[in-house]
C-alpha cells in the first residue's frame, strides 16, 4: 500500500519546484526516494539540512507534541 503525500498546503513550508531547483534536483531525488541525509555547506560549516516529507512530518508531528 503506498502512502498518500500530503498537497504543499498541508505543510508549513515554502515549497519551490524541481525545475526551479534543477542544479540540486539529483541530489534530491536521492533524498527523497531512499531517505539520504545530506547537509548544504557553506564555507565548510553546515548550514541546511533538507529532509524528506516523512522526516519533516515526523519532526512536525514531535514539535507538536511539545507544545
Same mark, same amino acid.
Given at each position: 500500500?503506498?502512502?498518500e503525500l500530503p498537497s504543499c498546503a498541508d505543510i508549513?513550508?515554502?515549497a519551490v519546484p524541481f525545475t526551479e531547483a534543477r542544479?540540486?534536483?539529483e541530489l534530491m &531525488?536521492?533524498? %527523497?526516494?531512499g531517505?539520504?541525509?545530506t547537509l548544504l555547506?557553506?564555507?565548510g560549516?553546515?548550514?541546511?539540512?533538507?529532509?524528506?516529507i516523512a522526516d519533516l512530518q &515526523?519532526?512536525? %508531528?514531535?514539535?507538536?507534541g511539545r507544545r
Open positions: 500500500m503506498v502512502e508549513d513550508a515554502d542544479p540540486a534536483a &531525488a536521492r533524498m %527523497a526516494s531517505g539520504e541525509r555547506s557553506r564555507h560549516k553546515p548550514v541546511v539540512a533538507p529532509v524528506s &515526523a519532526l512536525q %508531528a514531535t514539535s507538536k
